[in-house]
């Protein structure tokens, strides 16, 4: 996997072709001269004028990879003014990366002049807006889930219940690995600050939380089963634990990425 640097991957588009070109580097050198001011023009156009774009061509028969490279930090912090928060600009930056790479795969095609028979594999890759946008999304999901969960009734709902904070441990575990793949300062402190807020919003207790404190209910289940009255009371404790753990964990790194010359 690609190892995002200070100018990180905001886009990537990636085509591997069956076609008889790498050889041939006078061909080559067209199709880049081709591709390098079309790729240009709109990556400039749609992320900022400071970005640069790469192209490389490999064999086996031809796979090429147009490639742009920027402050992604830097470009959210801009896009902020004009969507006003750090998921809407991410958001837009996420589309903006993907029509950006399906557009210059279809260039390619176009250049080639290759049939669908010898189109071996195509891909658009995400970039880090759009990796952030996939976390931001899996985390409406989990929060959504747990929102709308309902008293577990037996020891199979305590476990689905349970999934549920796992599946947030998960996410973090990804958003972790995420960060150890960001050199940028300015990506890291904006990537932080974006994320902080968005776990300050997530919800730290179940809906039903509140109903174990209701002296009639928490009878009720202590006297028909005291073992299953604990267990709810456990996993009620750990997604009120664990939100809160992952909570200071992104603040922390907010703070460090402003200690370190961030803005």
């Known amino acids: 996997m690609a190892r995002y640097i200070s100018r990180e991957i905001l886009c990537e588009a ?66 902020l003014t004009s969507y006003g928060s750090f998921r809407q600009g991410v958001e837009a930056l996420s589309r903006d990366a993907a029509s950006l790479a399906e557009s210059a795969n279809l260039e390619v095609l176009f250049r080639t002049r290759t049939p669908y028979c010898d189109r071996i594999n195509i891909e658009r890759r995400k970039g880090v807006f759009g990796r952030v946008d996939d976390h931001l999304s899996k985390l409406d999901a989990i929060g959504i889930a747990i929102s709308s969960s309902d008293l577990p009734r037996n020891d199979h709902d305590i476990q689905q219940a349970n999934a549920l904070v796992d599946r947030l441990v998960d996410w973090n575990i990804q958003v972790s690995k995420l960060f150890t793949k960001l050199e940028s300062p300015d990506t890291i402190a904006c990537v932080a600050e974006g994320l902080e807020y968005e776990l300050n919003k997530f919800t730290k207790t179940f809906p039903w939380s509140k109903r174990l404190q209701q002296s009639s209910l928490r009878g009720q289940l202590a006297r028909a089963d005291p073992g299953h009255h604990g267990k709810l009371v456990a996993l009620a404790a750990r997604l009120t634990t664990t939100v809160t753990s992952i909570q200071k964990d992104m603040t922390a790194r907010h703070q460090q990425s402003g200690a370190d010359g961030a803005p």
């Open 14 to 79: 990636y085509t591997h072709l069956d076609i008889n070109l790498y050889s041939n580097k006078q061909a080559l050198q067209e199709l880049e001269r081709k591709l390098k001011p079309f790729f240009e023009e709109r990556a400039k156009f749609l992320l900022g004028d400071d970005v640069t774009v790469e192209i490389k061509f490999e064999p086996g028969s031809l796979k090429t990879r147009l490639t742009v490279l920027g402050s992604a930090g830097l470009i959210m912090l801009n896009t």
